[in-house]
């Protein structure tokens, strides 16, 4: 989990889209066993929303739920949480 404090939304995608780059092009040792021959990650992203009074473990099951999303569709992607409940993906 990476917290980002006074980070738009934007930016945090922009973050994990170079991560996903970084670890998916990373010679990694034995690389060669895994699918494809690479390791990838998929990510989840949520921003908090004070205004609407969100709590913090909503934040944390928002990323979560991204998370499984992005698993459940192909793996080696990014899915946001936008804001109340609008969830997108980003295709790899």
Same mark, same amino acid.
């Given at each position: 989990?990476? +917290?980002?404090? *006074? /980070?738009?939304?934007?930016? @945090?995608?922009? +973050?994990?889209?170079?991560?996903?780059?970084?670890?998916? %092009? &990373?010679? &990694? $040792? #034995?690389?060669? /066993?895994?699918? $494809? =021959? #690479?390791?990838?990650?998929?990510? =989840?992203?949520?921003?908090? *929303? $004070?205004?609407?009074?969100?709590?913090?473990?909503?934040?944390?099951?928002?990323?979560?739920?991204? +998370?499984?999303? @992005? #698993?459940? !569709? =192909?793996?080696?992607?990014? !899915?946001?949480?936008?804001? @109340? %409940?609008?969830?997108?993906?980003? &295709?790899?």
């Amino acid at each position: 989990m990476i +917290l980002m404090p *006074n /980070t738009p939304i934007s930016m @945090a995608i922009h +973050l994990a889209e170079r991560l996903r780059l970084d670890i998916a %092009s &990373f010679p &990694f $040792e #034995k690389r060669e /066993t895994q699918p $494809e =021959g #690479k390791i990838t990650i998929s990510v =989840g992203c949520a921003q908090h *929303n $004070e205004s609407v009074g969100e709590e913090v473990d909503q934040l944390i099951r928002m990323a979560d739920d991204c +998370l499984y999303q @992005a #698993k459940n !569709w =192909g793996r080696n992607q990014i !899915w946001y949480e936008g804001c @109340a %409940s609008n969830r997108s993906r980003l &295709f790899m």
